[in-house]
């Protein structure tokens, strides 16, 4: 089987409502398998007014606004409506890229149908609770996921760590890698642009410390500004740039009263904020790959991470930049101070970066998950199908 074969059933909990790293990269995958000839359809909440327009065709999913999030929404269950439209599609594969309760009723619907269902992991959800006070929760939540892709016939995650981490919990029999590539005509050193940032009030000389991404508690606010917050006492010279948007602005904005928001940015916008930031500080450890580490790399820049899944497949300690131990403020603190203070070590370190970052490309990585969906269908076809979980 090829591309042109597949007939593939998308399932996400966001395909395009809101911008993020993981449902851009579920577009491009679309964009690349119709390009090759198959087809896909794509079943998600959707909005009056998205983010971007979808890639491919979309059909709505029911949802309702999450609580207390109601920028997202949660997929409430596959109605008579989406089976429907299912069996009128007549796919040979169901990937699903979220464990909400659509993406559980279509893996129910493939194994009714005796069809393969692959599930990609683009986040932690199990680590979630921790940034809001719920930490117990966490056996409980990692025991559902369990459960859920235990009734796939595989999984991908986007970085070999994170595939390790995934064997290690015992999530599936089969765990694969579809990672993440890089748009290298918008994110590249040449887009650096001082004009653009003096226009923010930040000098030419003055080390800038970026953050990008969305304003969540989960992607590890507390422990950047309280990093900030110690390199201002000990009077390291440096100006934090925030690329990004989201709840928790304000709260951030609080923290940091010293930094320039830059507010949502994409494209070749994005492309120029990045490559204009001396280094970039990612304490995160919720992200499964860290689209916007391999961007920042890709700039020439050093990363500054947390020792987690994603950002460890990526950044090469002391070679690429630094490697911390998630939440050790001191640490952090230390490794951005010699960047701030030793430009060479910073553009040593950025050149590294981005000899890695050319080896990611979108053709490749895409390419790579529909040899993983022609392999599994083959599998089903003759009867050679991995050992599965004797979850029903």
């Known amino acids: 089987m090829d591309a042109p074969s597949l007939r593939v059933a998308l399932f996400s909990g966001n395909y395009n409502y809101v911008r993020d790293g993981a449902n851009q990269a579920l577009n491009r995958l679309v964009g690349y398998v119709l390009a090759q000839g198959g087809a896909v359809r794509v079943y998600s909440p959707t909005v ?10 979309l059909v709505s999913a029911p949802s309702w606004p999450f609580p207390g999030r109601a920028e997202y929404r ?4 596959l109605s008579g409506r989406l089976r429907k439209d299912l069996k ?20 129910t619907w493939a194994r009714r149908q005796g069809l393969p269902a692959v599930a990609s992991v683009h986040t932690r959800f199990e680590t979630y609770p921790r940034y809001y006070g719920l930490a117990f929760l966490e056996p409980v939540l990692e025991a559902m996921l369990r459960r859920f892709y235990r009734r796939c016939d595989a999984i991908v995650a986007p970085s070999e760590s994170m595939a390790q981490l995934l064997r290690e919990q015992r999530m599936n029999y089969d765990v694969g890698i579809w990672t993440r590539g890089i748009d290298r005509s918008i994110f590249d050193p040449a887009k650096r642009d001082l004009e653009w940032r003096r226009s923010l009030g930040i000098a030419d000389d003055v080390p800038v410390i ?4 969305r304003l969540v508690m989960e992607k590890g606010l507390d422990v950047f500004s309280d990093t900030i917050a110690m390199l201002e006492r000990q009077q390291v010279r440096h100006r934090v740039l925030v690329v990004g948007d989201g709840p928790a602005r304000e709260w951030f904005a609080h923290r940091l009263p010293n930094a320039v928001f830059a507010g949502f940015q994409t494209g070749s916008d994005l492309g120029r904020a990045v490559a204009s930031m001396d280094m970039l500080f990612n304490p995160s450890i919720t992200e499964t790959f860290g689209n916007v580490t391999l961007e920042a790399m890709a700039c020439a820049l050093p990363t500054v991470a947390a020792r987690a899944t994603g950002s460890e497949s990526l950044v090469r300690d002391g070679e690429t930049g630094r490697l911390v131990r998630p939440g050790a403020i001191a640490e952090f603190a230390e490794a951005l101070t010699r960047y701030c203070t030793d430009a060479e070590l910073r553009e040593r370190s950025g050149q590294n970066a981005r000899v890695i970052a050319e080896s990611f490309g979108w053709d490749q990585v895409n390419q790579a998950l529909v040899d993983t969906w022609t392999r599994i269908i083959e599998q089903r076809r003759t009867g050679a199908t991995p050992q599965r979980s004797p979850v029903p």
Not at 90 to 106: E, K, L, M, Q, R
């Open 210 to 213: 970026g953050f990008v991404g």
């Open 88 to 107: 009128a599609f007549a796919p040979n594969i169901v990937h699903v890229a979220s464990p909400d309760p659509v993406g559980h009723g279509a893996v």
């Open 74 to 77: 949660i997929p409430l269950r």
């Open 48 to 57: 009056p007014e998205p983010a971007f327009p979808p890639t491919g065709d």
